[in-house]
């Protein structure tokens, strides 16, 4: 990276890649920048003043990193930010960020995509005021006790740039002594500081429970239950990320949720039967009442009374071999006289099966149900 761009230059890559002359590619290089800066000017992640939203925060519920946001993630991500804040001194008293030396402010990652601000002492004033975001950044917060790291509510005032210099002033002809005793603290909106606390482990779960519930179509107790959420396997049954599996079952998840079971703790040759009354939204329902656990054995005689089992074209594994094209390669090779017959390897190649499956449904040994004439012949036949 050379240099900095100029806004005339900013200016004239905005225009450029929004008009759909030029990639953000061909930009970088026509301006010697890197691609990832002229991606995140393009987005506005920088730059903001060309794109009109300096000093704007920026909060999306946490969507840029792909965390779903229910009131019980917003809970346990607030309780989170809480639990790194020093509040044992009591509610007079300051309430240092935890791990913050010295007369410095406390910073919080987290604080981003929660308050729109990464300095610990907004993110708190936001998040008591129950606030959407923090304040617009004209707008100071100004400590009351002089102590920078505090993030009790009560010691915040919002304030003007010059309020917040005399303060300093203040402060510094005072000789800093350490937290002033605050004389006037900021009242409390209506209905008390918003500050939320418990058991972190107990409220991440719930966390994690009301997120997998949000990508479940819910309905009645007798009704099945779809899976609306957008990851799923080939076979269609609904998927998501759960307790470090990558690719937990979403139905094995309504039936650990329900029966208050880790997903670990239900064996891997446990089979969770769908008993649903609806065939329909058999397998991508997650009803936990129309869900039992049993062995795959159970599984299958299920399948054969519900008429759910697949087989032939209809297994995933038949899909490419559909049963006319099993059909006529059996009457290819049986209908006529031995003298004529295509080799199985040619009729292998044709289709683009091993010559050990073709062999088979000549034989009759697999694909039964596809019909047409079969009979016993040599592997090595080729007559
Ligand atoms: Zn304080
Ligand atoms: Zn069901």
Known sequence: MRH???DAQAR?????????RMTQTAVAAALQATLSRIN??????????LHGTAGQRITDGGKLYGLAE??????????????????????HACWPFKGVTGNRYGLTAAGQNLAGSTCSHVVAYTLACGLPAAPDRKVLLRH?????????PAHLRPGTK?????????????GYTGAREVADPEPPPTGGWKIISGE????????????FWARVDCRADDECWPWIGRTRNHFGYGQMRWEGFQTALAHRIAYA???GLRLKEIPSTTVIMHKCPDPELRNNCNNPRHLQAGTSAENIADKAIHGTDCRGETHHLGRRYPDAVIRKIRERYWLVPEVERPTITSLANEIGATVTAVSNWLKGDSRKEAGGPTGPHRLTGSS
């Open 144 to 152: 009351l006790c002089d102590f920078k790291p505090c993030c009790n």
């Open 4 to 6: 900095s761009l100029t």
């Open 257 to 259: 949720i329900h029966h």
């Open 12 to 20: 004239w890559a905005i225009d450029e890649v929004r008009s759909g």
């Open 40 to 49: 995140q000017l393009v987005n506005g992640k920088t730059y903001r003043h």
């Open 162 to 174: 010059g309020e917040n210099n005399a303060d300093t002033w203040r402060a510094r002809k005072e």
């Open 70 to 91: 229910t009131p019980e993630t917003r809970r346990y991500r607030e309780a989170r930010f809480w639990d790194r804040v020093d509040m044992t001194a009591g509610p």
């Open 200 to 211: 972190l482990a107990v409220m991440l779960r719930a966390s994690d429970e009301s997120r």
